[in-house]
Every structure is written in C-alpha cells, then in structure tokens.
C-alpha cells in the first residue's frame, strides 16, 4: 500500500477538489486488488479473509475475498472487466488495484512524464492479441505522485448476484491474484 502520508495528502487534494473523479488507487507494492465496499462482491468467501500488512508496517484486515466487476467505455458499447481474488477490506481509505498483479495478467504499465503542454500521465494497455480489447487502453490520473482511476463498478443486484461469473457475457476478461498470505 502507498505511504501513508502520501495517501492522506492526496486523499486530502482529492476530497477537495469536486471536479475529480476518482476512486482507485493504481498500488504497485500491493500483490491483490483490495476493495472497500461489500456490495461491489459478485461472488464473496469468507474463507479468503486475511490479515494485510501495511507499507506503515500495521496491518488491515480483509473480511473476504471474491470478484469485482468495472465497465470499461469501447466506442459505442462497453467491456465487463472481472477482477478476481479482491480481497474486501472495508477499513482501507480508497479501492486498490494491484499494478503487479494488472502486468501478470499481461496488461502494460507505461509512466509518461508528459510535456510542456499536457501532465504526466500513466496508462494502462490490454495486449495486441487480446481477443475482445486488443491494445485498449485507458489512463490514469496522476496526484501527488500517484496514479488513480475512475472505474465505473458493477453492483450486483439480486439473488443471482453470487453467480455472476456463470452469467458473464462471453466478452469478459479476468484477473487472479497469488494465493492468500499475511505478507502481500
């Protein structure tokens, strides 16, 4: 997870300025996506809650872990991203993606340091042979030194809500994390 002061200085410049849109936190220390609201769970197993150690050498508590769906925008239509093995941990500040975990899953980290004219920026890019999104990318924005992201989350609604991966449409990618232990 980003230092502490860091993330709390951003926290502080995100909540003040109303035009950001942002609700993910790009971590490139963290080994599993980490989600802060139970109702964006798909499919949740208490069996996978864990104790997570913290960069300020403390530790969180994930109460569970399952799949998070987002959209992606793709022209005229949109892509369902399924991320999962997120581990639910309500008590974090902000939803974390795991940077490491997006790359094992072959998707390109590039830093751009921008220019006189446009800002430093950080982009996210599917590869070229991915069958749905082949090169998608979308960026996101840099605060403080840290890239965030607007993801347009899925809540599951109803009783088919855990069952969700067997009513994915066909186009659906998905990410996994490494197996659960205390020292992500």
């Known amino acids: 997870m980003a230092a502490s002061a860091e993330l709390f200085e951003a926290m502080a410049f995100i909540t003040t300025t109303p035009s950001l849109q942002v609700n993910v936190l790009l971590d490139s220390s963290s080994s599993h996506h980490i989600i802060k609201d139970r109702s964006l769970f798909s499919s949740y197993d208490v069996l996978g809650a864990t104790s997570v150690q913290t960069a300020n050498c403390g530790s969180l508590q994930a109460l569970a872990s399952g799949t998070v769906s987002f959209r992606l925008p793709l022209a005229d239509r949109s892509v369902l991203v399924n991320l999962q093995n997120c581990l639910h941990a309500p008590d974090i500040p902000i939803n974390l993606f795991s940077v490491g975990t997006l790359q094992h899953h072959r998707l390109a980290v590039r830093f751009e340091h921008g220019s006189v004219d446009s800002s430093p920026y950080m982009e996210l890019v599917f590869p070229p042979d991915h069958p749905v999104v082949p090169n998608f990318s979308f960026v996101a924005t840099i605060i403080k030194r840290m890239s965030f992201l607007h993801c347009d989350f899925v809540c599951p609604s109803g009783p088919s809500a855990l069952l969700a991966d ?19």
């Open 166 to 184: 067997s009513l994915s449409p066909p186009a659906v990618q998905h990410f996994s994390s490494p197996p659960l232990s205390p020292s992500l």
